[in-house]
């Protein structure tokens, strides 16, 4: 069929086109289509735990992005950023799979409420009290003002910056063996200690319960190591120990 000479459309095509407009849904709000987070703008508290599945399904991994990047790369850069930056801004990052969970073998997610919430708050719950410990203190350093970083050495708990400071920190949590316990992280701290920059100090985290043992080492010597003792209460305050 021909089109018009004067330019306009065939009636068979114009039928179409409408046909096609008329399947076109439009947005009913502004945020239609957006994922809404809870924060302390609506009403939400900030939690301090992100989850997400792991091994989410993306499909198509050689095709490129608009960027001109693969999509497997693009997802392996996000996985990495997001491994790097929850923990830096004081959250738990804890990876589900569907295998965590109620699932087919096929990873198929069967969506029994009960046993999912069940599974989650096993999996949400701190493995022991040394995370909390850490996880208290990583939080109070970003309140004031420090930036935990990938630490230099990989058995660090924690690492952190602010201008030209570095702290490097050792982290204990509730044991039985209080006093050994605080030996092994003072060596901890010692073997750690390999460089001279007199702005790197040095941090023995410990709960409310283990901090007489670790206040045996006398502050003289503490002060000679840049060691500070810090101590974080059963309700989650954070105080540096002053002698």
């Given amino acids: 069929m021909r089109a018009d000479p004067r330019g306009e459309r065939p009636a068979a095509a114009q039928v179409r086109l409408a046909a096609r407009r008329s399947r076109i849904r439009r947005p009913t709000s502004p945020t239609a289509g957006r994922r809404l987070l809870a924060g302390p703008s609506a009403g939400g508290r900030v939690p301090r735990t992100a989850a997400r599945p792991a ?40 990876l589900i799979r569907p295998a965590d969970l109620n699932a087919d073998g096929r990873g198929r997610l069967r969506r029994n409420e009960a046993a999912d919430l069940a599974a989650l708050k096993k999996i949400l719950a701190r493995s ?11 939080t109070w350093l970003l309140a004031e003002g420090w930036t935990p970083i990938d630490p230099t050495d990989r058995w660090t708990d924690l690492e ?84």
């Fill in 128 to 138: 022991s009290d040394e995370d909390r410990v850490t996880d208290t203190f990583r």
């Fill in 55 to 94: 091994d989410a399904h993306f499909d198509k991994p050689n095709r490129l992005t608009v960027s001109g990047v693969h999509r497997g790369e693009q997802r392996a850069l996000y996985d990495a950023r997001r491994d790097e930056q929850i923990p830096a801004h004081g959250l738990r990052l804890v």
């Fill in 160 to 243: 952190a910056v602010r201008g030209s400071e570095r702290l490097i920190c050792e982290a204990k949590g509730r044991t039985s063996e209080k006093g050994i316990d605080a030996d092994i992280a003072y060596g901890q701290l010692l073997r750690r200690m390999a460089s001279q920059d007199p702005h790197t100090r040095y941090a023995l985290v410990v709960p409310s319960s283990s901090l007489k043992a670790a206040a045996r080492v006398p502050a003289h010597i503490r002060q000679l190591l840049h060691i500070d003792v810090y101590e974080v209460t059963d309700d989650d305050r954070v105080c540096r120990l002053t002698d």
